[in-house]
């Protein structure tokens, strides 16, 4: 086969697969850089999205957009509740806030496989048809991923930069106690941010879901990415878990291309592990934060 449509395919998927581990591992980093607590549960939020989605196309026959959007919602308010309800006690308590998002994985995944029960469920693809880009062969379906993610993206950015909302939460994340000295309502930011970061997992899970299957065991996976992102960005770095879940999902991609996905994933760990002795701050974060 032609090593250009080889390394061409490798890394447009990559890019799309870097996309996805973005939305996760965003998510991830406004949870913890809000409430300095690490969510075990950030991988139940995804599979929980990936079900709400669905649920909407397959049995209240709702539009792939409109599932996305109710996805967002519904999470959100899922997220907001639980903050409220469970992860209030544990702001700033980083070990038992951590056993508290283990027990809660288990609650959501034990909860989802009572329901749905441990088959894989599939749903029907978002766009039909096959799009040429040069020797690049794309499925709609993969296209339509790029675009909501790529629009999930912009309007974070909209709200994170340009919103009073988004500035405050942004200033709680990097010194809360500075953001609290400035009359910041951190009470407020603290389940905005903890919606908001699920309600990403979410949103990666639903855009999967016309993808891939469906099933109680799937958040395992992105959330092991999503720590994996996290670490080579920086703890608490946005811009960090830009580039290093880019660099990731293209990494991945070239690396199954042309070698064993075992192999890749022993590179892999040897680069994180490698990344923890020389440069434990990642990528762009700040050391000794």
């Known amino acids: 086969m032609d090593f250009t449509f080889l390394i061409g395919q490798a890394l447009t998927n990559g890019l799309i ?16 850089g809000v409430m300095r607590v690490v969510n075990f549960a950030h991988g139940e939020f995804y599979m929980l999205g ?17 599932a996305v ?33 283990i027990g809660l994985a288990m609650i959501l995944q034990n909860g989802a496989l009572m329901v749905f029960g441990p088959d894989p469920q599939s749903m029907p693809p978002a766009a039909e048809g096959v ?16 675009a909501f993610s790529l629009v999930v993206l912009v309007v974070l950015y909209g709200f994170l930069m340009h919103s009073k909302g988004g500035r405050a939460l942004r200033a709680v994340v990097q010194d809360i106690e500075i953001a609290n000295a400035q009359g910041i309502r ?17 949103i990666a899970g639903a855009l999967m879901a016309p993808v891939f299957s469906v099933s109680p065991s799937i958040g395992s996976t992105p959330l092991l990415k999503a720590f994996i ?18 660099l990731l ?7 199954n291309t042309f070698m064993s ?11 994180v592990i490698l990344m923890l002795i020389f440069r434990p701050s990642g990528l762009l974060g700040k050391a000794g934060r």
Do not use: H
């Not at 990936?50 to 709702?62: E, N």
């Open 50 to 66: 990936a079900f709400s989605a669905y649920v909407c196309v397959t049995k209240l026959q709702l539009p792939f957009l409109a």
């Open 261 to 271: 996905s075992s192999f890749s994933d022993m590179l892999l760990f040897c680069f």
């Open 131 to 146: 799009v040429s880009l040069g020797p690049v062969m794309l499925p709609m379906s993969r296209l339509y991923v790029v």
């Open 229 to 246: 992102v996290v670490i080579l960005g920086g703890l608490g770095s946005i811009p960090g878990a830009a580039l290093a879940a880019l």
């Open 249 to 255: 999902g293209v990494f991945e991609s070239v690396a």
């Open 17 to 32: 697969i870097g996309l996805l581990y973005l939305l996760m591992a965003i998510g991830f980093t406004l949870v913890f």
């Open 69 to 101: 959007l109710a996805t967002f919602a519904f999470t959100l308010v899922i997220g907001w509740i639980i903050e409220v309800v469970v992860m209030k006690g544990f702001r700033g308590d980083e070990l038992n806030g951590m056993i508290a998002t």
């Open 186 to 202: 951190s009470q407020f930011m603290y389940p905005l941010g903890f919606g908001i970061g699920v309600a990403l997992a979410a």
